[in-house]
């Protein structure tokens, strides 16, 4: 059983920072893409970034420039750094992404989500 696990959420004033953090923990082999996803209220679920394996990343217009996500294989850790933030970045922020694990002598991928960390700019 895998579980991905998000951290460093909260109460931020605009023009502010926060660091996002997603452990998955399980029989982890290995990770493949990771992703760092948003739903503000009222609005759909929606990409904000993205990281392969081999460390290549690709931005939603919206953060581009102030987002930086990043990755340590070794923890099975992804993170989302957030700079410059503002008021539309308010959303709770899920991790994502596609985990292999051992078990019964073979390899399994699955897509697996955290269940999410309150992100709210406000002053």
């Known amino acids: 059983q895998v579980q991905l696990v998000e951290s460093g959420g909260g109460l931020v004033q605009p023009g502010g920072s926060l660091r996002l953090s997603c452990a998955a923990s399980?029989?982890?082999?290995?990770?493949?893409?990771m992703g760092w996803y948003r739903q503000a209220p009222g609005k759909q679920r929606e990409l904000a970034a993205m990281?392969?394996?081999?460390?290549?990343?690709s931005y939603s217009d919206s953060v581009k420039g102030r987002f930086t996500i990043s990755r340590d294989n070794a923890k099975n850790t992804v993170y989302l750094q957030m700079n410059s933030l503002k008021p539309e970045d308010t959303a709770v922020y899920y991790c994502?992404?596609?985990?292999?694990?051992?078990?019964?002598?073979?390899?399994?991928?699955?897509?697996?989500w955290g269940q999410g960390t309150q992100v709210t700019v406000s002053s």
């Open positions: 399980g029989s982890i082999v290995s990770s493949n893409a």
């Open positions: 990281i392969t394996s081999g460390g290549s990343t």
């Open positions: 994502n992404g596609e985990v292999i694990t051992r078990g019964n002598g073979a390899n399994y991928n699955a897509n697996y």
